[in-house]
């Protein structure tokens, strides 16, 4: 068989998904050198930025509440923009923020390994059927009923409100599986889904908090 009918042994070559003229734009504002190729991880180097910085960076600049009031009326009518900043510390900051939202949100934060970190609770046995009717919120107790008898408990009035892509993330994910009986892996997934909601409301605070005001510096 000839040489190169055989099949190449090396690894796959990753294509960054990124606009050669934003990266452009990217290396003339922030002063350092792209490195695309997929060893390249987040914080590569001092003086370089790989596409999970830009990502990370994206994810963050998009969970900005200041952005989106900022910016509703645009991104009621368009797809939304990518402010960039000039600050290579804001840029690495921001960067931190988004990656950690991301790991928060792909429910792969080694906080949510195992239960001992969850402070949702779920404490009283049954059929864990979610009944006709539920879920039902009771703000006074914290707690959400999935049925006359069962409840979790310790959810946050702010966490039970929480939208994500229009829709209220705890009330849908339960009503999705009305008439279902919950396994024991469906309780601790809502019960890290909670933590994750209550992490992302303090991160994207924490995004403002150092994105400070737009235009970005």
């Known amino acids: ?23 452009r734009d990217c290396e003339a504002k922030l002063g350092l050198r792209f490195v695309p190729e997929a060893t390249a991880g987040p914080g590569e180097g001092a003086d370089t930025f790989s596409p999970e910085d830009v990502f990370h960076y994206i994810y963050a600049i998009f969970h900005s509440p200041k ?7 645009f991104l ?3 797809f939304p923009r990518v402010p960039l900043t000039t600050s290579v510390p804001l840029f690495r900051q921001l960067g931190a923020l988004g990656g950690e939202l991301i790991a928060w ?14 402070d949702t609770k779920f404490p009283e046995s049954g059929d864990n059927v979610v009944a006709r ?12 009923y999935i049925n006359k008898g069962q409840y979790f408990e310790g959810v946050q009035p702010e966490l039970w409100q929480h939208m994500v892509g229009g829709y209220q993330v705890l009330d849908k994910w339960l009503k999705d599986r009305k008439g279902r009986a919950l396994t024991n892996d469906d309780v601790t997934h809502y019960q890290r889904v909670v933590r994750s909601l209550g992490e992302t409301q303090r991160l994207m605070r924490e995004i403002d ?5 737009f235009p970005l510096p």
């Open 1 to 23: 068989m000839p040489a190169e009918s055989l099949p190449s042994l090396q690894p796959p070559t990753r294509t960054p998904n990124l606009a050669p003229e934003f990266v």
């Open 67 to 73: 952005y989106r009031e900022r910016y509703a009326e």
């Open 76 to 78: 009621r009518i368009d």
């Open 105 to 118: 949100h792909l429910l792969q934060h080694p906080e949510l390994e195992g239960v001992s970190g969850l």
């Open 133 to 144: 009717g539920h879920p039902k919120y009771d703000e006074a107790k914290e707690r959400v």
């Open 209 to 213: 908090e150092a994105i400070g005001d």
